[in-house]
């Protein structure tokens, strides 16, 4: 399982460059930065991705939700199918990742911090190519059904969560790209995901060329 949460992580592709998380070597930020958040940070954080992807879907017609910028450019369909495809390949990833034995003897590992995360996936400085399989296809033409698909997902993820300890969360190991992470920080990284392809759509709405 560890295996499979790296090479997932991997092809979701975030490239977090040593200057931004060296987890061997760089320390906690302060304040903030260095503290351990509870389960009531992570829910409010799943809820917040969840609102801003709606505030951004809000309204769109057919023709804007099928818009490319360019033909290597992903249309904000897309986005979402890519969101939603993401999220459930992360959660059954997470889940296995908590079905195995605890390993708290390896949590001196983790250096890299909750915020530390949350800014590295945000950070669309960086960009990378999705694998194949987590490419969309453009299917949704209303943000109703989009919508109705996202938050199907999340009420299961949510219902997860709220079932699990944080304790738990914290003293379940894996690697990562980025170095040795606990079960907390991966499920901080499906909302942190959604929040990265959020921004992604608010680009494409940006374009001069987006329908009116």
Excluded at 16 to 37: D, Y
Excluded at 111 to 124: F, P, S, V
Excluded at 129 to 156: C, H, N, S
Aim: glycine share 4%; with cysteine.
């Amino acid at each position: 399982m560890k295996k499979l949460l790296l090479l997932g992580a991997a092809f979701i592709a975030f490239s977090f460059t040593q200057r931004e998380v060296a987890p061997n070597t760089t320390k906690p930020l302060a304040g903030v930065a260095s503290v351990q958040h509870d389960k009531a940070f992570l829910l409010d954080y799943y809820r917040k991705t969840e609102n801003q992807l709606k505030a951004h879907l809000d309204g769109l017609t057919s023709a804007q939700l099928q818009y490319k910028p360019s033909a290597n450019e992903w249309s904000i369909s897309q986005c979402v199918e890519h969101i939603i495809k993401t999220e459930k390949m992360l959660f059954d990833m997470a889940k296995e990742t908590l079905a195995n034995p605890a390993n708290p003897e390896r949590k001196a590992e983790v250096t890299i911090t909750d915020q530390q995360l949350i800014d590295g996936i945000t950070d669309r400085s960086h960009k990378a190519e999705a694998p194949a399989a987590l490419i969309g296809e453009g299917t949704y033409q209303d943000v109703k059904a989009a919508m109705a698909d996202f938050r199907a997902q999340r009420k299961v993820i949510r219902s997860y969560l709220k079932g699990v300890s944080v304790d738990d969360l914290r003293n379940h190991i894996a690697d990562s790209p980025f170095g040795p992470v606990d079960a907390y920080h991966s499920m901080l990284f499906i909302a942190g995901h959604t929040a990265r392809h959020t921004l992604q759509i608010a680009e494409v709405k940006a374009n001069a060329a987006f329908p009116k």
